[in-house]
């Protein structure tokens, strides 16, 4: 009877992960579903340990681990490709107003906001590229030399 309640526990779960991986956007699936193999690989070796089959409980469990020591360190996710680099080597005045979202004339507060609001989106630590803060960085240098 445990068993079963058990196996209905495991479908319920496994239902409830599949809908939730439906509405997630790409970047946070591949959390999810690491998330969901080690749930049901921890369930494997709890199920295995209960019926006695302690080397298969072993196996899972240097599995599982092996898995959680992969999604830490970060390998096995896809590089970002290569930026090709700027013809001039400066970003000119044009450049930096489109990188902005800005049309010519902007003032230094107009350019603050536009910086503000797309470093926050475009950050590394957001799941933006180191390439395009940097941009975004060189984009307000160039427009805020004409009010300095």
Same mark, same amino acid.
Do not use: C
């Given at each position: 009877?445990?068993?079963?309640?058990?196996?209905?526990?495991?479908?319920?779960?496994?239902?409830?992960?599949?809908?939730?991986?439906?509405?997630?956007?790409?970047?946070?699936?591949?959390?999810?579903?690491?998330?969901?193999?080690?749930?049901?690989?921890?369930?494997?070796?709890?199920?295995?340990?209960?019926?006695?089959?302690?080397?298969?409980?072993?196996?899972?469990? !240097?599995?599982?681990?092996?898995? /959680?020591? +992969?999604?830490?360190?970060? *390998?096995?996710?896809?590089? #970002?490709? $290569?930026?090709?680099?700027?013809?001039?080597?400066?970003?000119?005045? !044009?450049?930096?107003?489109?990188? /902005?979202? +800005?049309?010519?004339?902007? *003032?230094?507060?107009?350019? #603050?906001? $536009?910086?503000?609001?797309?470093?926050?989106?475009?950050?590394?630590?957001?799941?933006?590229?180191?390439? /395009?803060?940097?941009?975004?960085?060189?984009?307000?240098?160039?427009?805020?030399?004409?009010?300095?």
């Amino acid at each position: 009877m445990g068993m079963l309640l058990l196996g209905a526990v495991t479908l319920v779960v496994g239902l409830l992960l599949a809908s939730l991986v439906t509405r997630l956007s790409v970047s946070t699936l591949r959390t999810t579903v690491v998330a969901t193999i080690v749930i049901f690989g921890v369930l494997a070796m709890v199920i295995l340990l209960m019926s006695g089959r302690l080397g298969l409980a072993i196996a899972i469990g !240097a599995y599982v681990f092996w898995l /959680l020591r +992969l999604a830490r360190s970060g *390998q096995g996710q896809p590089q #970002e490709p $290569a930026t090709p680099p700027r013809q001039s080597g400066q970003m000119s005045r !044009a450049q930096a107003l489109d990188v /902005l979202g +800005l049309e010519v004339g902007a *003032q230094p507060d107009d350019i #603050e906001a $536009a910086y503000k609001a797309l470093i926050v989106k475009n950050h590394p630590d957001q799941g933006g590229t180191d390439w /395009l803060a940097a941009q975004l960085n060189e984009a307000r240098d160039v427009l805020m030399r004409d009010f300095t």
